[in-house]
T-cell receptor, first 115, second 115 residues
Framework: DTAVSQTPKYLVTQMGNDKSIKCEQNLGHDTMYWYKQDSKKFLKIMFSYNNKELIINETVPNRFSPKSPDKAHLNLHINSLELGDSAVYFC??????????????FGSGTQLSVL | AQSVAQPEDQVNVAEGNPLTVKCTYSVSGNPYLFWYVQYPNRGLQFLLKYITGDNLVKGSYGFEAEFNKSQTSFHLKKPSALVSDSALYFCAVSARYSNDYKLSFGAGTTVTVRA
């Protein structure tokens, strides 16, 4: 029944490793997002995809690569993990057709700890 | 650039007392404003939004927000706070970004309601 689900919930890894976070939404939404929440709880958008097309790509290192196999899935792959990548990553989705006032539905987050 | 500011990091109130969480915005054009709430170890949940029309917007869990154009504010309010309202609250603004819109969040305000 979960609307936006992301896995894993916790991810502990060593510096230099490559890891992926998966996200799926069953709401039939057109648009999906990745947000990063740092240790001070500040939220910043990383990417957005609409119908598998990249729309927003903020100033994120190219070690981060989103992949959208279909409009219900948006995965985040991170290469060569660094200590500063430690954060909580949230996936979200929305119905783009509503324009500027669309509301976002968030997953429960993936807490990434890089050691 | 579009942005929102939440001047208080923390708000503490006693149960049963009124709760106000402050937000000011800076946008060019029409503001589309939102409030989201984040409970511990959870993703964000939509509370309410202002698009146009009535300046007093009612949302989930008994919350409401007042849009004030002259003061560029969008404060969140609840007449009688509950202990279960203790959470992290985010104000957000939707702004034009390329051919799409981007939701930008404030830094968040931690609300603690004591019994």
């Amino acid at each position: 029944d979960t609307a936006v689900s992301q896995t894993p919930k916790y991810l502990v890894t060593q510096m230099g490793n490559d890891k992926s976070i998966k996200c799926e939404q069953n709401l039939g939404h057109d648009t999906m997002y990745w947000y990063k929440q740092d240790s001070k709880k500040f939220l910043k958008i990383m990417f957005s995809y609409n119908n598998k097309e990249l729309i927003i790509n903020e100033t994120v290192p190219n070690r981060f690569s989103p992949k959208s196999p279909d409009k219900a899935h948006l995965n985040l792959h991170i290469n060569s993990l660094e200590l500063g990548d430690s954060a909580v990553y949230f996936c979200a989705s929305s119905q783009r057709g509503q324009g500027a006032w669309e509301k976002l539905f968030f997953g429960s987050g993936t807490q990434l700890s890089v050691l | 650039a579009q942005s929102v500011a939440q001047p208080e990091d923390q708000v503490n109130v006693a149960e049963g007392n009124p709760l106000t969480v402050k937000c000011t915005y800076s946008v060019s054009g029409n503001p589309y404003l939102f409030w989201y709430v984040q409970y511990p170890n959870r993703g964000l949940q939509f509370l309410l939004k202002y698009i146009t029309g009535d300046n007093l917007v009612k949302g989930s869990y008994g919350f409401e927000a007042e849009f004030n154009k002259s003061q560029t504010s969008f404060h969140l309010k609840k007449p009688s706070a509950l202990v279960s309202d203790s959470a992290l609250y985010f104000c957000a603004v939707s702004a034009r970004y390329s051919n799409d819109y981007k939701l930008s969040f404030g830094a968040g305000t931690t609300v603690t309601v004591r019994a």
